[in-house]
T-cell receptor, first 114, second 111 residues
């Protein structure tokens, strides 16, 4: 039981490049989330998927797109990376919805945009 | 003003010490409160919920003061393994009910 897995662990992009962050969970959770964590700021919700087939914007969605590929997988795409998107990105999942207080996080992706 | 404010620390304490962190929240509609723990360069994990009457989990005690809009986490008999960043988390119980995370308080327990 791996929990929540994310790939890649590290990535360096040049401004304007695109990439997709992958996330998968094996806990049969309905809801999945993408957060970013920046120094001095709390985790901020980018997008979430309350259930398979649905996605919604979080607090900071600009510059990102998501796909809930199936119940297990939720990907985050940066179409044209900007230095302001340098951050640590965490994927998380929970049993039933946004109000779940226990969310299970993946190990994170450290992204640098130069 | 941030919705959830925490002293970033670090709090440097010797093993065996008692240490307490506070967290203030600005939205009086916030109804549910939690502490998460995040080890250095790792993912956050739920530590404990905070109940209105206060609650203990071993060496950890969480308390809520609604009148002053703060929650606290007390750690007794600190261990080296308690070294981590402690994230305060609040949730409104209306609207989207999303979690709002504080930026964390770093604790370093020294031998």
């Amino acid at each position: 039981n791996a929990g929540v897995t994310q790939t890649p662990k590290f990535q360096v992009l040049k401004t304007g490049q695109s990439m997709t962050l992958q996330c998968a969970q094996d806990m049969n959770h309905n809801s999945m989330y993408w957060y970013r964590q920046d120094p001095g700021m709390g985790l901020r919700l980018i997008y979430y998927s309350a259930s398979e087939g649905t996605t919604d914007k979080g607090e900071v969605p600009n510059g990102y797109n998501v796909s809930r590929l199936n119940k297990r997988e939720f990907s985050l795409r940066l179409e044209s990376a900007a230095p302001s998107q340098t951050s640590v990105y965490f994927c998380a999942s929970s049993e039933s919805g946004l109000s779940d207080y226990e969310q299970y996080f993946g190990p994170g992706t450290r992204l640098t945009v130069t | 003003r941030k919705e959830v404010e925490q002293d970033p620390g670090p709090f440097n304490v010797p093993e065996g010490a008692t240490v307490a962190f506070n967290c203030t929240y600005s939205n009086s509609a916030s109804q549910s409160f939690f502490w998460y723990r995040q080890d250095c360069r790792k993912e956050p994990k739920l530590l404990m919920s905070v109940y209105s009457s206060g609650n203990e989990d071993g060496r950890f005690t969480a308390q809520l003061n609604r009148a002053s809009q703060y929650i606290s986490l007390l750690i007794r008999d600190s261990k080296l393994s308690d070294s981590a960043t402690y994230l305060c988390v609040v949730r409104e119980d209306t609207g989207r009910r999303a979690l709002t995370f504080g930026s964390g308080t770093r604790l370093q327990v020294q031998p």
